[in-house]
């Protein structure tokens, strides 16, 4: 088994180049699909994320080809069938896609239930109010779902709470249907901004990504274009967080300083220095970590992909903090771990209460999603002794080359493999 040991590390220092978004990436790759000539895509990010949704694409015949990192050539012209193999689907979350993406061209696509990590459920809910609210027809089996529409038509849709991968699925679909369709009570995360902005360099018909309203004309044609994905907010965020946690100083590059706009004032109201500049953030410790109160939500409040990241950096704080997350009101399994390690944190009603100031012990722990692989990560940074961190695949899920960006800075983080199993790691 593989895991990843973290020993204690102080001042981490230094830049890093933050890759293209997991999040825009997977999404960009169904949407190419779209299209009636192949498309380049650059910046997409070389994760274990990105290379199921290429299986996925090329067993339904999409041509997947990639001459250099981060360049990724789509030729749709291809394809198949839109029988998505339901277990390579069920391991990440926006699989879903594709319903949007194939549905106009095929007919009808079947594919497996949302999976990828677990806050004890994805529900689909808002992708089903607004595809059948376009015409489309939902048969559900035990593993997989299908959908069917013999024409997609345009129509306002009211979202019933807001919701990024509903809102990306919908527009997709709406991309050709017939007339016009309307999005209200749309996400306006910079993914959203970034799937219609690559959709309109192709011939899409798309106004009002990034507000809450969104309009599309349905098109018959999409055209060859080449397109670069944005950076990775959420990576980005986990680095300028790092520098807290060890008084370091540490400057994300190529990212853009307006999509992390909540993480950088939250950091400065917890004590830290921040520098933006045109494409470059800079966090600078300045010996002081505040308590404070976090509510994740959807863009553009503070993500609920850094309430974790940002948790590890709490335990260290002065006071008492609060941490709530109104997307995912369960996503606290990161709490437990950190509690391992000896940290002060209870959990109420969807609530995290930490008491900060308390030092931190390496220990075994997991790995339960992407975010709380992070959030240990950090947590071991500034924790005595070593700290031995299983489920590494669920962090590989999203950060590529994660221990050597690490190291960069100056962290002391090693992968380690052995057959030999670490202790049983509870949840609770």
Known sequence: MRWIEVGRSLELKGSIKIPGSKNSALALLAAACLADEPVTLLGIP????????????????????????????????????????????STFRTAYYFIGALLAKFGKVSVGYPGGDDFVHRPIDQHIKALTMMGARFTFHNDYYEV?????????????????????????????????????????????????????????????????TIRIEGVSHLTSCTYT???DRLIAGAFLISAGITNGTVTVQDVI?????SCIHKLQEIGLHVEAGDNFVTAHSTGIVRATRVRAAMYPGFPT????????LLTQASG????????????????????????????????????????LKGAYVH???????????????????????????????GYENVVEAFSSLGANIAFRDSDDALEPVAEG
């Open 46 to 89: 070389s994760i274990a994320d990105i290379k199921v949704i290429s299986q996925i694409g090329r067993e339904i015949g999409l041509i997947i080809s990639s001459d250099r990192p981060g360049e990724v050539r789509v030729d749709p012209r291809y394809i198949e069938h839109a029988c998505i193999d339901p277990h390579k689907s």
């Open 229 to 231: 994905v944005i950076p």
């Open 257 to 261: 300083p307006e999509h992390l706009t």
């Open 320 to 359: 008492k903090s609060i941490v709530a997350d109104t997307v995912f009101q369960n996503r606290f399994n990161h709490a437990y771990q950190l509690k391992r390690m000896g940290a002060d944190i209870k959990i109420r009603s969807g609530v995290a209460f930490i008491k900060g100031g308390t030092r």
């Open 367 to 397: 790995a339960s999603d992407i975010r709380a692989g992070i959030c240990l990560i950090l947590a071991g940074l500034a924790a005595d002794g070593t700290t031995s961190i299983a489920g590494v695949h669920h962090i590989e899920r």
């Open 148 to 212: 069917e529409a013999a024409q997609l038509k345009g129509t306002t849709i009211y979202f019933d709470t807001i919701t990024s991968g509903a809102t990306i699925n919908s527009m997709l679909a709406a991309v050709r249907a017939q007339g016009c369709t309307v999005l209200q009570n749309a996400a306006r995360d910079p993914e959203v901004t970034d799937t219609a902005n690559f959709l309109n360099q192709m011939g899409a018909k798309i106004t009002g990504a990034g507000t809450d």
């Open 305 to 312: 992909d850094l309430q974790q990241p940002l948790t590890a």
